[in-house]
């Protein structure tokens, strides 16, 4: 869907959309979308910008961040956008003086596809770094297995010289026993 700006001088536009999984480019591989993106919103223009303000919501996979098992994500966002014309772009006092709690941004030529503007309020709404749950135990960093299904019998503290011999030959016995 794109938001025209000639359209929007007109009347504002209320939207209720759904974009199944593969229908948006998050520009990422970080995460798959799993079910329908459901949104409803207003795109209307307010002194020659592009307001868009919703809701968004959706679930993602994502891979644990210590074992890299799949983690799904719900995602649920509320938005408050404006877009500028990139010829009017304000001087940098005018951006500070926006309420906090609007963004803005710039469009080019007569307006913005909605999808570019969702796939962009996805990918602020995840987390950083997801985990599968608080006490994930992660992969053991020298033989790759998930701690959290087995164990291991790699010297996970780094080892006094002196004994890395006398380890090296408990794991030789564990190995040919
Ligand atoms: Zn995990
Ligand atoms: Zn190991």
């Known amino acids: 869907m794109f938001l025209d700006i000639k359209?929007?001088?007109?009347?504002?536009?209320r939207i209720r959309k759904s974009y199944p999984p593969g229908s948006l480019d998050f520009r990422t591989e970080e995460?798959?979308?799993?079910?329908?993106?459901?949104v409803h919103a207003t795109a209307e223009l307010v002194d020659g910008q592009i307001r868009v303000h919703g809701h968004l919501a959706t679930r993602l996979e994502l891979a644990c961040a210590?074992?890299?098992?799949?983690?799904?994500?719900e995602v649920a966002r509320d938005f408050d956008l404006y877009y500028a014309p990139l010829a009017t772009m304000p001087r940098e006092e005018e951006?500070?003086?926006?309420?906090a709690d609007t963004e803005l941004a710039f469009f080019d030529g007569d307006g913005l596809f909605l999808a570019d503007v969702l796939a962009e309020q996805v990918n602020l709404?995840?987390?950083?770094?997801?985990i599968?749950?608080?006490d994930c135990r992660g992969?053991?960093?020298?033989?790759?297995?998930?701690?959290?299904l087995e164990a291991c019998h790699c010297e996970t503290h780094p080892a006094d010289p002196r004994l890395t011999s006398l380890?090296?030959?408990?794991?030789?016995?564990?190995k040919k026993h």
């Open 167 to 174: 380890v090296r030959l408990k794991q030789d016995w564990f």
């Open 125 to 130: 709404a995840i987390p950083m770094k997801v």
């Open 31 to 38: 995460f798959q979308q799993l079910d329908p993106l459901e």
């Open 139 to 148: 992969l053991c960093p020298h033989c790759g297995v998930n701690l959290n």
């Open 66 to 73: 210590r074992c890299l098992e799949p983690v799904i994500e």
């Open 7 to 13: 359209e929007l001088a007109v009347r504002k536009l």
């Open 95 to 99: 951006v500070a003086l926006k309420p």
């Open 132 to 134: 599968c749950q608080s």
